[in-house]
């Protein structure tokens, strides 16, 4: 069982920063896949962002250039570094494991998920 807890989200006015982490319970961390979904209200859950254990990166095409993942296996921790925020980036944002070294973009594909941080984005 893997337990995650998100940190870091907010309001922020639109073009503005936050960084959201994602602090995880486990002793192979580095192993792990880890993704960062979103979902508005009245929308489905969406894929952000991935990293594997090797580091590679993946990206949705709304976010690339404006978004970083990035993993700190020493903090097992998962961050993403929002920036450039546009009000549609505003979501309830959740972090999200796996084991295994693809990158999917589909939810079910991972095993273990947080609660989630909110991000309020305004005009």
């Known amino acids: 069982q893997v337990q995650l807890v998100e940190s870091g989200g907010g309001w922020v006015q639109a073009g503005g920063a936050l960084r959201l982490s994602c602090a995880a319970s486990g002793s192979i961390f580095r192993l792990y896949g880890l993704g960062w979904f979103r979902q508005a209200p009245g929308k489905e859950r969406e894929f952000v962002a991935a990293i594997n254990s090797g580091d590679i990166t993946y990206y949705t095409a709304s976010v690339k250039g404006r978004f970083t993942i990035s993993r700190d296996n020493a903090k097992n921790t998962v961050y993403l570094q929002m920036d450039n925020l546009k009000p549609e980036d505003a979501a309830m944002y959740y972090c999200?494991?796996?084991?295994?070294?693809?990158?999917?973009?589909?939810?079910?594909?991972?095993?273990?998920w947080g609660q989630g941080t909110q991000v309020t984005v305004s005009s």
């Open positions: 999200a494991v796996r084991e295994g070294y693809r990158l999917p973009t589909v939810a079910s594909e991972y095993s273990y």
